[in-house]
């Protein structure tokens, strides 16, 4: 017999005698007091809803009078200026309007009418930015305005419009307060509209339940005795009424949870001991053996489910569960094979290798030996991407995953090496872990293979592509003990093959480690540097044509205590990456104009201050405001002060930092644009550029100072002169390189022939003796003079 037939035939006999005995309950229990019950719950819940209606008329009241004491209104009504009033004034009001809700999702709709019943402004908060005043609402503004009552509250719940509560109030245009019954024609209507969600979502639940309709009557409806009604005054002329229908049995059914739950008692007393001994007999027993199997699978005792045999229902469960189980363990094979596995090119993932991974560098540190990890990244992959698509982008990792896999899978067998870990670690990065040993050729020939595959470009479907690959070696134990230093190390040298020229591979050397400590140390000491201690400036001279020294550039140079001399060119960067600078760059800029007095003192109070700033800092506001503060600080002229941006960075100029520069040249310092031809510059850049000096890059006069080039850089210089910018050659070390500048129109010089970078006490030595020098050379050139005109003389004798 079917477990079905048998629950079936041991315990409907049960439970029909007991639903027999609660039926029995039911029908002769007292049924008019479960009426009156069901009619009294009705009556409280008709109650709760008249509650909530007259709370939401009293909101409706409350954001009226709320509108009415803002300044809002006054203004809008008051304004003459309508274009004014109906953009300005009409968004504040709107504001106020949104304000009072909690809820912003809640509709409430304000309206003023003139006296003629126009429109004089509406907002309501819905998803219609064209909503109108709805006919309802209007026809009540008529009738109230053919009235006497100067205020009113009307439930408007017409089945075609939205219900709402609408709270009307007449107001004097002039003193905004309620008008005289004579003044009513001249006075504003003012209509507050809101929908009273809880009231209809009350109304709602109700309907629902009860399956009627809540009716509205201006009078108290008529309430028959035989029949389940309820009625609720809303307003003094307004009540609401619901009648639930015969069919409903709310009534009954609420008898029979009540009866037949005694009942159920009854029944449960009767006959639980007979239905336990059943159950347990003919249904749980079975079951707990089938629970043993499975507690035991769960715990790691058994590996799989015995099937019982028994027949039924019991017998066909065990199989099933037994054949949920075998597909469950084949399923999570599935999903860890999956986990492990890259979705694109179907080799490991980054997780799968780490776990391999470190399971080998753990055994080689154990049990002694090698393993080598070649970190390979795919050169101008985003290239690739951008031109051809992703799919062509796709395609070519997968041929790369394929072929790297086949190259290195020939040199394991050949070599007889345990199997290597190949897995994409992401985008365009890819690794290969090799257990061998040291010495022995192996990777080397495996870094030699792989590049061998990017030769003349990268063949994938018969096309070739303009990749390559950098590949980064790093050897467990010789440099690194663990997964995580190996796969930095091997990351480092890596970049030292993109810095080499890409298309090659590097091994990971003790100078590589170095420059990492290097830069790592550079960090930390910028982090606790004082710059009062450690940093001093350093001035280099600008001279025009006559020699005269017009200006001088700040240049920062730093001593370390653990480091020693370090160049700007190599804490600079990392003090801008590191987001360090702020504090370097106020600091040369407070020194600088603290010094500059000095400057003036050497070479008059026209020499120019050149100081060079990060263009980090110009993202934000506050270092033009430093300038200024500074400026006022030590009592200069702003016309002395020019601040030196690169050439790279004023090309990317956006709004924002364009901004930050025109407020700093309104104040009155001078910009000047640094290493001008250093990028790659348009000619429309140059006459966009918002700077008043442009200082030619050390290469551009290299290149262009000869007489092959004089047309050129005459050239650049008149464009510049044309933007009223004057120019500053830089990297004049050369009399000819002078010389060329001076002849292409160049306004200024600056370089090693003229001076190297000097601290103010040198400056100053420097300056006496070129003081001295133009002073000689002023002599010898009026003794020439003098010479000349007496020969002359004689010869006219």
Known sequence: MTLGKRAFFLIFPVV???????????????????????????????????????????????????????????????????????????????QSIRSLSDDPKMFISFAILNPDMT???????????????????????????????????????????????????????????????SAKKNALLVQVAIEPTQFLGMQRILQKEYGAAIDFDAAPPPQPSDELSASVRLAPSLFAMLAVPPSHKSGNKAQLRLLLGLGALAMSLISVGLMIILIRRFITNPISVLDRQVTAVMSGENDGIRESGAAGEIGRLTGNIKQLHDQSQRALKLVQHASWTDTLTGISNRGHFNTLAADIVQQVRNEGGHCSLLFIDIDNFKFVNDKYGHEVGDDLLKTLALRIETAVGEIVTRRALPPVIFARLSGDEFAVLVQSASGDGTIREMCAIILSLFANGFEVRGKDYPVTASIGVAICPTDATNLAELISNADAAMYQAKTNGKNRSSRFSRALQDKRDRIRHIQEELRLVDPDEQFHLVYMPIVDAGGKVTGCEALLRWVSPTLGNVTPDEFVPIAESSGLFTKIDWWVINRAMSEHHRLKQLFGQDTVLAINISSAELHSKSISDYFCACLDRHGLDPRTIEIELTETFAVKLGDQLHRNIEALRERGFRISIDDFGAGYTSVQQIIEYTADTIKLDRALVENLANKESLPAL????????????????????????????TAAGCDQYQGYLISKPLILSDLSIWALKRTAEIAGRDGDRVLVKDRRRRAGSSSLL
């Open 16 to 94: 029909l005698a007991g639903y027999l005995l609660a039926a029995f309950s039911v029908y002769f229990a007292q049924g008019n007091s479960v009426f009156a019950l069901e009619r009294a719950r009705l009556s409280q819940q008709l109650d709760h809803l008249a509650a909530l209606f007259r709370n939401e008329v009293s909101q409706s009241r409350s954001f009226l009078y709320s509108i009415l004491e803002g300044n809002a209104v006054r203004l809008f009504v008051s304004e003459t200026d309508e274009t004014y009033r109906d953009n300005a004034l009409a968004l504040r009001l709107q």
């Open 714 to 741: 005459k050239a650049m210089i008149a464009l510049c002169h044309a933007q009223n910018m004057s120019v500053i050659g830089e990297g004049v070390d050369t009399h000819e390189k002078l010389a060329m500048l």
């Open 119 to 181: 429109p004089g402004y509406y907002f309501e908060n819905s998803e219609d930015p064209f909503a109108e005043i709805g006919e309802p609402q209007f026809a009540l503004a008529r009738r109230l305005t053919g009235g006497s009552q100067l205020r009113d509250w009307t439930y408007l719940h017409d089945q075609q419009t939205r219900p709402l509560i609408v709270y009307s109030e007449f107001i004097d245009p002039v003193t905004f307060s309620r008008p005289l019954p």
